[in-house]
C-alpha cells in the first residue's frame, strides 16, 4: 500500500515507508527492506530522516511499532560557512562562500555538519588550514553569525558557539 494510501493511525510497513521516501515525504537514510513487516521507532530511525523530536514519536519506546502519524520528516537547513579554519581570534573574519547542511537553524554545541540535504555524508573538515575554529551564518541570514571550534572525527559542533560582532 502507497504512504498515501495509510491512515494517520495504521502501523508503517517497510513498503509504506520506501513508498514514503520514493513520493519526497522522507528522505532516505539507509536501504530499506522489501517487506510487509511493520517497523519500530528504531527501525524508522534508521532508515530515513525523521525528527526525533516530535512529541508522538519520542514518547515511544525503540522496540514500539510506529504509525503513520508519529512520523514527521526532519527540517534540513542550508547554513553558509567559512571554507577554511582559522584561530579563535580571527574566526569572525573568515568568508563564507561555502555551504552545510544540518538539522538546526543556528549552531549549538553538538550540531553535526553534513555535506549533503540527505544527510548522509558528514562535511568533511579535514583539510581546514589555519586552525579548527570556522564562521557559520545562521540559517535565516538575519540571526547573525558564529565562530564554531569544530572537532575534525565527528564533523560537529565542540564548543558552545560565540557570537561575531
Known amino acids: 500500500m ?5 491512515s494517520s493511525n495504521q502501523g508503517i510497513s517497510c513498503n ?8 519526497s515525504v522522507f528522505v532516505l537514510k539507509s536501504a530499506i527492506p522489501v517487506s510487509t513487516k511493520q517497523i519500530t521507532k528504531a527501525e524508522a530511525d534508521t532508515y530515513v530522516q525523521i525528527d526525533t523530536t516530535y512529541a508522538p514519536y519520542a514518547a515511544k519506546a525503540s522496540n514500539q511499532l510506529v504509525v503513520k502519524s508519529d512520523l514527521v520528516a526532519a527540517t534540513v537547513y542550508q547554513l553558509d560557512l ?3 579554519g582559522a584561530a ?6 573568515l568568508s563564507m562562500a561555502c555551504a552545510a547542511y544540518t538539522t538546526v537553524q543556528t549552531p549549538v554545541f553538538g550540531t553535526i555538519f553534513y555535506a ?3 544527510l548522509t555524508t558528514l562535511y568533511d573538515f579535514s583539510a581546514y588550514t589555519g586552525g579548527i575554529f570556522i564562521k557559520v551564518n545562521s540559517w535565516d541570514n538575519v540571526t547573525g553569525t558564529w565562530k564554531c571550534r569544530m572537532d575534525y572525527a565527528t564533523s560537529s559542533v565542540n564548543n558552545a558557539p560565540q557570537s561575531c560582532p
Open 82 to 84: 567559512s571554507c577554511d
Open 88 to 93: 579563535t581570534g580571527s574566526a569572525c573574519s
Open 2 to 6: 502507497s504512504w498515501a494510501g495509510i
Open 16 to 23: 509504506n515507508l520506501q513508498d514514503a521516501v520514493n513520493t
Open 116 to 118: 549533503n540535504s540527505a
